[in-house]
């Protein structure tokens, strides 16, 4: 198993490196750190499209599904899937709701622990925070000419079985996530790529509402 | 002469009989002659050179797990994934014939239990084979039989219905193009929905 690891990890590294990424040094870890929290701080709402490919391994199939993405401060986030399918997750105030073509579904997030880690993944990844969250995961920074990458290895049980690595990319002009990559322990990837980034437009808080 | 006889007259009568009810027997063994018209059984058209893909929920009593499920066909063995929305992955299966097999399942549904229940209703609804045209049935090695016939008074949306030990335990429906199955020993309505490839 521990082959295994260092394998994964040794093709990594040098699918980054190829990537035209180095890692980091500690001063620059300490920059990139700086700058994401600043972002993060200036921006009360982010508004985005997205699109996420699931790469199957076993299938050799890509499966695309594209949505929109609004984040509102502190965690308030609705998540919108609109092709090929219609599904909703809003996260505000604890709560959740889930919607998809047949039903509507609440609860709160701390009762259902699938849904708390990937509220949790998906807030953290949207507001940066994650790269504080050194009790859940252990981080790699690497930088590339344009992009800066933080690799992130989850450290607890429950996150482990739910993927063995998350990498955001973040762009060196507005350090805001460009991209998410995560990556099961069975070697599937789900990327999804944010585009026309929206940073403090106002957003209604009806886009939040759970109740 | 005759009482001399009645032995031998009871023996073949008895060995008529039992060669004539099965005969009568509406049962057809799985395995095929090459000789008979062979016709094959699945719930779904598998595209040649892609995957099918559907949206999929799955339903046991309030609770209800959605996402997509792809799956392709590789000569007589079916891979699918099932990933819920997120893109995360729910569990993998492969079947060929009626034997299935799970991999790569998520934490939550890793129980012995529920894997059991998955495993025999995806080996059933991704079923693909071979059965002899002049039959209504398929029966299967492991007590499993799959009735393909439409008889009277049955509902007409009914594409096959599952068999164990001569108790009917689920049945497979279609509306227009959606395919419903339902475990009716635990209640379970799996519905898959196919998705219009992007023009």
Do not use: H
Request: glycine share 4%; aromatic share 12%.
């Amino acid at each position: 198993m521990k082959q295994i690891i260092t394998i994964f990890l040794l093709l990594s590294s040098t699918y980054l490196f190829s990537q035209g990424l180095k890692p980091a040094t500690e001063v620059q870890k300490k920059e990139i750190q700086t700058n994401i929290n600043k972002a993060s701080a200036l921006s009360n709402t982010l508004q985005c499209n997205f699109v996420q490919k699931k790469e199957l391994s076993v299938l050799s199939e890509t499966f695309v599904s594209e949505g929109t993405m609004y984040f509102k401060k502190q965690n308030s986030l609705r998540w919108q899937y609109t092709t090929p399918y219609k599904y909703l997750f809003i996260l505000s105030g604890g709560k959740v709701l889930i919607k998809n073509e047949s039903r509507t579904d609440k609860f709160d997030a701390n009762t259902n622990k699938l849904f708390k880690e990937i509220s949790e993944i998906m807030i953290g990844c949207v507001n940066g925070s994650m790269l504080s969250n050194d009790s859940k995961f252990s981080s790699q920074y690497f930088v590339g000419p344009t992009t800066v990458v933080v690799k992130m290895i989850p450290k607890n049980k429950e996150m482990k079985q739910l993927m063995s690595s998350v990498s955001l990319t973040f762009t060196k002009t507005d350090w805001l996530v460009q991209t998410i990559e995560m990556v099961e322990q069975g070697g599937d990837k789900t990327i999804i790529n944010f585009t026309t980034k929206n940073v403090n437009k106002p957003i209604s808080d009806d886009l939040f509402r759970v109740n | 002469m005759l009482t001399n006889r009645y032995p031998t007259i009871c023996f073949v009568l008895i060995n008529l009989l039992v060669f004539v009810s099965s005969c009568a027997s509406k049962k057809a063994p799985v395995e095929m002659n090459a000789d008979i018209p062979t016709s094959t059984y699945s719930c779904f058209t598998y595209p040649d050179s892609t995957s099918l893909r559907l949206k999929t929920t799955i339903n046991y009593k309030d609770i209800q797990m959605s996402g997509i499920t792809i799956a392709k066909m590789y000569s007589d063995t079916v891979m699918g994934m099932f990933i819920n929305e997120f893109g995360v992955t729910v569990l993998g299966f492969r079947t060929k014939e009626t034997q299935c097999k799970l991999f790569s399942v998520i934490g939550q549904l890793d129980n012995p239990l529920i894997k059991n229940e998955l495993k025999n209703d995806l080996g059933f609804i991704f079923l693909v084979c071979k059965y002899p045209s002049n039959t209504f049935w398929i029966d299967f090695p492991n007590n499993n039989a799959i009735n393909l016939a439409k008889f009277p008074g049955l509902d007409s949306n009914v594409i096959s219905q599952r068999y164990y030990k001569k108790e009917l335990t689920g049945d497979c429906k279609r509306y227009n193009d959606t395919i419903v199955f339902t475990n009716k020993k635990q209640n379970i309505t799996y519905t898959f929905v196919p998705i219009e490839p992007k023009k």
